[in-house]
């Protein structure tokens, strides 16, 4: 499974846009992208998955450069309620199941700001 | 629905001592699995099952048990509990069926203290 490095912590104020880039360098050509957003003392929530160029949900967008060794998680005009912790992950769809294992590293603590 | 629910949420062992944590999850999925969260990392995945009846180790499966008898049902059993076990558990579901497949779903986590 591909190692990403994402940076420890950030800072923003709301209503400002953050972006978040995560490196994978060792992606593998079956790896889907897939970022995680973590409360305190609350399980893990999906924001959004991708495989390749510019995925966008009601949430965020998630751009993914053609060499796919990087990708950037853009969350829009940020909240209070958005300081939490954001995991990115890389892994495949299964291997022949539908069970994708993630692995989780230390992510990015994002704090906002009024 | 109330998604992936885990018992109990909290729990003191003492070293040796065995325990089971529950998992239940009530939206037909096919696959489930448990983490561990240690203060200030990232989960880590101890087991999972793809099915009734099929269970596969993950990253740290040592000390731990899991069989899935039931597709709601995950439990997870501490064989003999050691204060490295001292962690947060997190169980979750997915399935390649929902809107965004392979999205999994977590429970609201049980905090094990082993003394």
């Known amino acids: 499974l591909a190692k990403t490095t994402q940076p420890i912590s950030m800072d923003s104020y709301e209503g400002q846009e953050v972006n978040i880039t995560c490196s994978h360098n060792?992606?593998?050509?079956?790896?889907?992208i897939t970022w995680y957003q973590q409360f305190p003392s609350q399980g893990p929530r999906f924001i959004i998955q991708?495989?390749?160029t510019k995925v966008t949900n009601e949430v965020a967008s998630l751009f993914i450069p053609a060499d796919r060794k990087s990708s950037t998680l853009s969350l829009p005009r940020v909240s209070l309620s958005d300081t939490a912790v954001y995991y990115c992950l890389v892994g495949g769809r299964g291997f022949g199941t539908g069970f994708q294992k993630l692995v989780f590293g230390t992510g990015t603590r994002l704090l906002v700001s009024p | 629905n109330a998604g992936v629910t885990q018992t109990p949420k909290f729990q003191v062992l003492k070293t040796g001592q065995s325990m089971t944590l529950q998992c239940a999850q009530d939206?037909?999925?096919?696959?489930m699995s448990w983490y561990r969260q240690d203060p200030g990392m990232g989960l880590r995945l101890i087991h999972y099952s793809v099915g009734a009846g099929i269970t596969d180790q993950g990253e740290v499966p040592n000390g731990y048990n899991v069989s899935r008898s039931t597709t709601e049902d995950f439990p997870l059993r501490l064989l003999s509990a050691a204060p490295s076990q001292t962690s947060v558990y997190f169980c979750?579901?997915?399935?390649?069926?929902?809107?965004?497949?392979?999205?999994?779903?977590f429970g609201p986590g049980t905090r094990l203290t082993v003394t």
């Open positions: 060792n992606i593998a050509t079956n790896d889907y």
């Open positions: 991708g495989y390749k």
């Open positions: 939206m037909n999925h096919e696959y």
């Open positions: 979750a579901s997915s399935s390649t069926g929902t809107p965004t497949d392979y999205e999994q779903y």
